[in-house]
């Protein structure tokens, strides 16, 4: 369980990105931040893994303030991916996927299993891809690289930021439609960051919805798209309603 | 031209290893603390104008007037290698440390976010993503660095180095052509071969950071 308490950030220059923003977001679920850019939605995931501390409130992992643990050895707990997937091109997939088994100091017998476990939850062939170096990749070979580099230490929380946001609309549903089965069936915690609505109804389990770094609305997808909080969440259902009710009938 | 060379060829490879060793030397060092100097600047971006600034400001100072001061300051001046190869270590500083902070600022930010989420120390970012991401800036760098020495190391003769020059101040005071293309073109062809061979990794390195 994730849960914020009050939490404020105020960036350097006085931007203020979150504004006493308190949640909890449940163990082993999906949880989707949605809202615009600048909306808060990224800062809030970087608070788990610490890339950004509150200067107001608590965020607590399990029951424990985040910080209060080493911030490195706390990150390499957590799965972290971002939009492009920032896999390092000079390395191989191999070696990607195998960085945060590396920096915890794993055997490379247990690091190189990891590394064939993870890129076959990802639907890639370990004996095709491992070789290949990051940057030959097609855009959604490198995200399913990344999504198995964040599930390489077999982490409970994965935290991914637009991680589809690349790619085109077909292969992300397709990808959107893997990850949803592949969460569910490792019951791992998830905090997934987009701006589009229809991919949060999708994926989620709960939808934080996210503006000017206030909570509007946090519930599950139906209560989002049937009874929006107020005038912002319904603007950002957009004008296809109708998507979204199909979308909600598919996902449950 | 060419009796000349096979009379002379043993002075000719004498002085075309001591230029080698003058710039070589020289390159080396500014390496050496080039190298940790532009990466530290990197965490101390502040003081990256002003240092970058000073390094211009050495480039500036024409070959043969540092030649001269170092002609008479004491301790570290004076004549011979030395002196020489202090001169063309401060040119060839001056690029490393500013092609090693490009270099790494260049580095596409989300790479340096993605490292530290996935918990790399600050140490390991720069060790397993800077730099490695930098290294085709910074051989470029290295390739400038290197051509320089190499051509500025024939007016190092002047106060008595060695090297090519002397082939090329010598001829031109016995007006002797010959002796004077028998200095100039090992330099030449020293500085082009070391410029195309850096060229190649340069480009081999690019295509594999991206």
């Keep these: 369980m994730i849960q914020f308490e009050g939490v404020s950030v105020v960036y350097e220059g006085g931007v203020?990105?979150?504004?006493?923003v308190s949640v909890a977001f449940p163990r082993g679920e999906t949880t989707c931040l949605v809202g615009a850019s600048g909306s808060g939605k990224s800062t809030l995931l970087r608070l788990v893994n610490r890339l950004v501390d509150a200067q107001e409130g608590r965020v607590l992992l399990n029951g424990q303030d985040v910080r209060s643990r080493d911030a490195v050895e706390h990150r390499r707990g957590i799965g972290y991916c971002v939009q492009g997937g920032g896999l390092l091109p000079h390395l191989t997939v191999a070696e990607n996927v195998s960085l945060v088994p590396r920096l915890l100091g794993w055997a490379p017998v247990k690091a190189a299993a990891a590394v064939e476990r993870t890129l076959g939850l990802v639907r890639l062939d370990p004996a095709r891809y491992g070789a290949r170096r990051a940057a030959a990749l097609s855009g959604g070979e490198r995200q399913r690289v990344a999504i198995a580099r964040a599930l390489a230490a077999d982490p409970e929380v994965l935290l991914l930021d637009e991680p589809l946001g690349a790619l085109d609309p077909h292969l992300r549903e397709t990808l959107e439609d893997e990850l949803r089965d592949l969460f569910r069936r490792l019951r791992k915690t998830v905090v997934f960051v987009t701006h589009d609505m229809y991919t949060a109804v999708r994926l989620a389990d709960w939808i934080a919805v996210l503006d000017g770094g206030r909570l509007l609305q946090f519930g599950p997808p139906r209560e989002v798209v049937t009874a929006p909080a107020n005038e912002q969440v319904t603007a950002l259902l957009g004008r296809r309603r109708a998507d979204l009710e199909r979308a909600l009938s598919e996902a449950s | 031209m060419i009796t000349y060379f096979l009379e002379n060829r043993g002075e000719i490879a004498r002085l075309s290893a001591e230029h080698l060793v003058l710039a070589g030397t020289a390159l080396l060092l500014a390496l050496i603390v080039g190298f940790p100097m532009g990466a530290a600047l990197t965490r101390r971006r502040r003081w990256a104008p002003w240092v970058l600034g000073a390094a211009a400001t050495v480039q500036t100072v024409p070959s043969v007037a540092l030649l001269a001061l170092l002609l008479m300051l004491p301790v570290v001046g004076g004549i011979g290698a030395r002196p020489a190869i202090i001169a063309l270590f401060l040119y060839a500083l001056?690029?490393?440390?500013?092609?090693?902070?490009?270099?790494?600022?260049s580095v596409d930010p989300a790479l340096i976010d993605a490292g530290r989420g996935l918990g790399m120390t600050?140490?390991?970012?720069?060790?397993?993503?800077?730099l490695p991401q930098a290294l085709p800036v910074l051989v470029s760098g290295l390739r400038m660095s290197a051509v320089l020495c190499l051509g500025t190391a024939t007016v190092a003769s002047y106060i008595g180095a060695g090297g090519l020059g002397d082939l090329i101040f010598r001829g031109v005071g016995r007006g002797n052509p010959f002796m004077v293309a028998w200095g100039a073109i090992p330099a030449t062809v020293m500085a082009v071969g070391v410029h195309l061979f850096l060229l190649r990794l340069e480009r081999r390195l690019a295509r594999r950071v991206q």
């Design chain 1, 16 to 20: 203020r990105a979150l504004n006493g």
């Design chain 2, 94 to 105: 001056m690029t490393v440390v500013e092609s090693v902070y490009a270099g790494i600022v």
């Design chain 2, 122 to 130: 600050e140490w390991q970012i720069l060790v397993l993503v800077e």
